[in-house]
């Protein structure tokens, strides 16, 4: 196909997303990295090529290209004109009506249990991880993705644990499994997210820490006191504990808090609103008035009411933003985890020689402390998995990729 590259439209730990234009003026997006560092964008492509649902992301196709005597990956996807859901909640200050929550949320399950029934397991369901367009919410990013062998129930093949450490379920950051049920945890997690603009565990601000609560703990996050019966209900059902007790999507998607959201005759009434082309279009907002929802109507208004013109402005005039931050988390990925776990081994274990000494000191020092305290007090970390999960996501991203020579570790083995 005939295109040419637009500017950049985001940026993510593996990829630079831009706008592209095809020969006949399509517009579309296209996310590209050198060849070299592809395999997990042809993962993405691989996944994303044999779906198609409406609220998944669609594959247009992918490339090669050279540019600047640089080979490139590129995977052709729909332009979602609206940004991700996260900024979506950042643009209506830091909060989302219930409404649009329970509007979102349906779409979302839609498409997570499409992928569930075609076997697949997102693995990173997160706000910056579902795009806003025309028609509502999609699901993005299949980077993390994973089939399921449906006759076992289990991966297919040995692949590790990834996501983004905030969203993961305690099953997840035990390192024992990621299936169907890690994705209805990290939705309620995101469900949170809409509803107070705030990553599921607020008050910890030590990644270690967070991933050590949620494996172990025994807590859920906090439900936000101001939500509905029907809306913390459907938080209960996706965050528990028990990965076999959380709700699927189906069972979801017949919850009373998305009722006006997923019946028949709503979902036609979606389907037909007029296209707005972003979140911010008043078209979004209109087609959604009036419409019933559990404790009440939509009332647009307030979506740009003057308060929420001001929560918008008091979060970009300097209340913690956490999306930025949680840019400087890892999204675990096999190479970095394998590397990694060679890393925190080493550190760990007693027979640091000369060579993990040098590790050592390419490690930001007051974290790798904390490993070394977190991992002393929690046994080796040769007896599992989790606690490499938790080491490593202790590090800042920009860290570890500046300092750590991946190539170096490749061969350590993942205990
Ligand atoms: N189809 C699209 N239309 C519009 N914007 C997009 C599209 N896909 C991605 N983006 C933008 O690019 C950003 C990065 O995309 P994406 O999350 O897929 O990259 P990534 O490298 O896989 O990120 P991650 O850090 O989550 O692994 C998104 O947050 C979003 O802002």
């Known amino acids: 196909m005939d295109w040419s590259r637009g500017h950049a439209i985001g940026r993510g730990s593996s990829a630079t997303v831009s706008v592209a234009t095809s020969g006949s003026g399509d517009i579309f997006a296209v996310k590209s990295i050198e060849l070299p560092q592809s395999e997990f964008l042809q993962r993405e492509q691989q996944f994303l090529s044999c779906l198609c649902h409406p609220h998944v992301v669609t594959y247009k196709g992918c490339d090669i290209t050279r540019e600047n005597n640089t080979f490139m990956y590129n995977l052709f996807m729909e332009y979602m004109s609206g940004?991700?859901?996260?900024?979506?909640?950042?643009?209506?200050?830091?909060?989302?009506?219930?409404?649009?929550?329970?509007?979102?949320?349906?779409?979302?399950?839609?498409?997570?249990?499409?992928?569930?029934?075609?076997?697949?397991?997102h693995c990173d369901i997160k706000g910056r991880n579902v795009l806003i367009g025309e028609k509502g919410a999609k699901i993005a990013d299949l980077g993390c993705a994973k089939w399921i062998n449906s006759v076992t129930g289990h991966t297919m093949a040995a692949v590790p644990i990834g996501g983004t450490p905030m969203f993961m379920a305690p099953e997840v950051a035990r390192g024992e499994d990621q299936g169907f049920p890690a994705d209805t945890w990290a939705l309620g997690c995101t469900v949170i997210e809409m509803a107070t603009g705030c990553p599921p565990w607020p008050n910890v601000n030590n990644p270690m820490s967070v991933l050590y609560r949620i494996a172990f703990s025994g807590e859920l996050p906090e439900f936000p006191d101001f939500l509905s019966s029907q809306a913390k209900d459907f938080l209960s059902k996706c965050l528990r504990r028990d990965p076999?007790?959380?709700?699927?999507?189906?069972?979801?998607?017949?919850?009373p808090f998305?009722?006006?959201?997923?019946?028949?005759?709503?979902?036609?009434?979606?389907?037909?609103?007029?296209?707005?082309?972003?979140?911010?279009?008043?078209?979004?907002?209109?087609?959604?008035?009036?419409?019933?929802?559990?404790?009440?109507f939509v009332n647009t208004n307030s979506l740009n009411s003057p308060a929420s013109?001001?929560?918008?402005?008091?979060?970009?005039?300097?209340?913690?933003?956490?999306?930025?931050?949680?840019?400087?988390?890892?999204?675990?990925?096999?190479?970095?985890?394998?590397?990694?776990?060679?890393?925190?081994?080493?550190?760990?274990?007693?027979?640091?020689?000369?060579d993990d000494m040098e590790l050592e000191s390419t490690v930001n020092v007051g974290e790798a402390e904390e490993w070394i305290s977190f991992l002393g007090s929690n046994?080796?970390?040769s007896n599992s998995c989790s606690n490499f999960l938790m080491a490593c996501t202790c590090v800042e991203h920009s860290d570890v990729m500046s300092s750590l020579n991946f190539e170096r570790h490749k061969d350590a083995q993942v205990l």
């Not at 007029?274 to 559990?294: A, H, R, V």
């Open 244 to 255: 076999k007790e959380r709700w699927t999507a189906k069972q979801l998607l017949k919850h």
């Open 309 to 354: 013109r001001i929560g918008k402005l008091s979060v970009e005039s300097g209340l913690p933003n956490w999306a930025k931050w949680e840019e400087t988390w890892i999204t675990i990925r096999r190479n970095e985890a394998v590397a990694l776990c060679g890393s925190v081994t080493a550190l760990v274990g007693d027979e640091v020689d000369g």
């Open 379 to 381: 046994g080796s970390c």
């Open 83 to 121: 940004g991700t859901l996260s900024d979506a909640v950042c643009d209506q200050g830091g909060r989302l009506d219930e409404a649009l929550m329970g509007y979102y949320t349906s779409q979302i399950l839609q498409g997570l249990d499409y992928l569930h029934s075609r076997g697949v397991v």
């Open 258 to 296: 998305l009722e006006a959201f997923v019946s028949p005759e709503k979902q036609s009434q979606d389907i037909t609103t007029s296209s707005p082309t972003s979140i911010l279009d008043q078209g979004i907002w209109n087609s959604m008035e009036g419409l019933e929802i559990p404790g009440g």
